[in-house]
């Protein structure tokens, strides 16, 4: 097997910068190359490559139109309208992850009671009520720089429920309340996610269907909750 080419290895280096650039919560969203220079070349290797912004621009530019660029850095886009002069924004990356995603947060059960119904353990130790809500929990693991909450407490003219999921995707700074509905073989259950479901319609929630931020899923069958489950995330992350 051939050695890697320069040009890669080059970029791989970039990308890792970039990405702990990218997880420092101070990091804007979005970042122009510039911003980017500025930072890699903190590293002495990349110093000497890059010995101004026009040889790094030129540089993205000729990956970019080489097709090199997306494969190592998926996270950016280009403005490529003034042919002179290409304007390139990189962002973080809120991807779905094989493990459990970059820059994740998370809080647990803030409930002060009914501790001893928290028996499921999730891959990381935080401790959830049932099977299904440890399935839309791990997948939510597994994207990036969001902050998970787990029984939030949400108050309304004195009111509080505590919601399944509150999800904050720092990336866009968007908020979303999850509530996952599981057992839907019991008629006093049925009748409190009815109750529940109209709380919030009262209250001002309107679903993501809707262009709102409230999400809720009903199990029927696993391979349903699965797809229903894939969906929002792809919601949630974008």
């Known amino acids: 097997m051939g050695r890697l ?8 280096r970039i990308k890792e910068k970039l990405d702990k650039l990218m ?6 969203v979005e970042i122009r190359s510039n911003f980017l220079y500025d930072y890699i070349i903190r590293d002495e290797e990349l110093k000497r490559v890059f010995t101004n912004r026009r040889v790094f621009n030129q540089f993205l530019r000729a990956q970019h139109d080489g097709g090199n660029l997306k494969q190592i850095i998926p996270n950016y886009r280009v403005d490529t309208s003034n042919h002179s ?9 809120t ?16 409930l002060t009671f009914k501790d001893d119904e928290l028996i499921v353990s999730a891959s990381d130790g935080t401790l959830l009520r049932t ?10 693991l597994k994207c990036n720089y969001l902050t998970i909450e787990y029984e939030f407490p949400v108050s309304i003219d004195g009111h509080k429920k505590y919601v399944d999921f509150r999800i904050l995707n720092r990336m866009t700074q968007k908020i979303y309340f999850w509530e996952h509905f599981g057992m839907t073989n ?3 259950y049925l009748k409190k996610m009815e109750e529940k479901l ?21 199990y029927s069958d696993q391979n349903k909750l699965q797809r229903d489950t894939d969906n929002y995330i792809n919601i949630i992350i974008k």
């Open 23 to 28: 997880s420092d919560r101070g990091t804007p």
């Open 95 to 110: 991807s779905i992850n094989a493990g459990q995603g970059k820059g994740i947060e998370t809080v647990g059960s803030q």
């Open 85 to 93: 002069h290409y304007q390139w924004h990189f962002y973080k990356d």
């Open 131 to 140: 099977h299904q809500e440890r399935g839309i929990y791990e997948k939510l």
């Open 5 to 12: 080419p320069l040009e890669f290895k080059i970029l791989r």
């Open 198 to 218: 109209l709380w919030y319609k009262n209250n001002g929630f309107k679903t993501v269907e809707d262009g709102g931020n409230l999400i809720y899923t009903i």
């Open 186 to 188: 019991s008629d006093g």
